[in-house]
């Protein structure tokens, strides 16, 4: 699986969108971005995934770079709930459920 | 979305004794199901692939004696950390996917375990 690198940590003001990227310039044409989040001594949440189109669901918005080497997973309105480790992982899905391999990740804060 | 339980979500336990988590998808089947090992501000680190009906998979480094799993239905995987010590407190986490293409993992809420 391609890997990933994310900028550490990032803070948005309540309120204001949070825009998080993530580097895999070496993903493939049949891996997928996944983004999944963290909150303090919780089990990882998915948010959104996508192949190349943009996404969007209830959580986020998911832009993928047309090259696909880079994506921003958007929080339009973060809230202090949002305080989250996000996590941007390229996998390759198939028939059955796999493995994530996890990076550091990216810290972010929403301050009030 | 699909729900994945975790019990407990904490335990305190003695060194040398075993503790047993469960791990339930509680609304799908899922014929494989993941434990991860994560320890303070570092990431998930993935410990063992539990298969449904045959042994677990572990990686690199991860005793297969010392870390007990038992895939024994299509729900349920158990994670046994046998003769504990204190590094092995950790927050011990489970996941699990549906079948089929594009599907997403979903997580238990983990389960620290402490042990003193």
């Known amino acids: 699986d391609a890997k990933t690198t994310q900028p550490p940590s990032m803070d948005c003001a309540e309120g204001r969108a949070a825009n998080l990227p993530c580097n895999h310039s070496?993903?493939?044409?049949?891996?997928?971005v996944y983004w999944y989040r963290q909150i303090h001594s919780q089990g990882p949440q998915y948010i959104i995934h996508g192949l190349k189109n943009n996404e969007t669901n209830e959580m986020a918005s998911l832009i993928i770079t047309e090259d696909r080497k880079s994506s921003t997973l958007i929080l339009p309105h973060a809230t202090l709930r949002d305080t989250a480790v996000y996590y941007c992982i390229v996998i390759i899905t198939s028939g059955s459920a796999r493995q994530l391999t996890f990076g550091s990740g990216t810290q972010l804060t929403v301050l009030p | 979305g699909a729900v994945v339980s975790q019990h407990p979500s904490w335990v305190i336990c003695k060194s040398g004794t075993s503790v047993k988590i469960e791990c339930r998808s509680l609304d799908f089947q899922a014929t494989t199901m993941f434990w991860y090992r994560q320890f303070p501000k570092q990431s998930l680190m993935l410990m063992a692939t539990?298969?449904?009906?045959?042994?677990?998979?572990?990686e690199q480094g991860v005793e297969k004696d010392k870390f007990l799993i038992n895939h024994a239905s299509l729900t349920l995987s158990t994670l046994t950390v046998t003769s504990a010590h204190p590094e092995d407190s950790s927050f011990y986490i489970c996941s699990a996917g549906k079948t089929g293409l594009n599907t997403e993992a979903f997580f238990g809420q983990g389960t620290r375990l402490t042990v003193v």
């Open positions: 539990s298969n449904e009906g045959s042994k677990a998979t572990y």
């Open positions: 070496t993903i493939s044409g049949n891996e997928y």
